[in-house]
Nanobody, 118 residues
Framework: QVQLVESGGGLVQPGGSLRLSCTAS????????MGWYRQAPGKERELVAR???????DYADSVKGRFTISRDNAKNSVYLQMNSLKPEDTALYSC????????????WGQGTQVTVTS
């Protein structure tokens, strides 16, 4: 059984920063890709950023230059540093992982709420 647990969400003012963390636990041999999704009320879930085991990453256009994804393979963890936050970044942020799957995401975290408001 593999679990993903996120932390680091909260309430922040526009222009502020937050750092999200996600750690995978359980029977894990290797995590191919880890990523962050977000879903705001009334909107579809969107991919925010993802990073491969070798460190290759890509981002949604809406967060490029403001968010940075990183991972620590030894800790089975992925991080999302979010700077210059905007009210439109408000959403439930969820961690996802590809562990032993041919493609796609086969494990998800419960999510952590990020609210950007003055």
């Amino acid at each position: 059984q593999v679990q993903l647990v996120e932390s680091g969400g909260g309430l922040v003012q526009p222009g502020g920063s937050l750092r999200l963390s996600c750690t995978a636990s359980g029977s894990i041999f290797s995590i191919a890709v880890m990523g962050w999704y977000r879903q705001a009320p009334g909107k579809e879930r969107e991919l925010v950023a993802r990073v491969t085991r070798t460190g290759n990453s890509d981002y949604a256009d809406s967060v490029k230059g403001r968010f940075t994804i990183s991972r620590d393979n030894a800790k089975n963890s992925v991080y999302l540093q979010m700077n210059s936050l905007k009210p439109e970044d408000t959403a439930l942020y969820s961690c996802a992982a590809n562990i032993g799957a041919t493609m796609g995401w086969n494990y998800w975290g419960q999510g952590t709420q990020v609210t950007v408001t003055s």
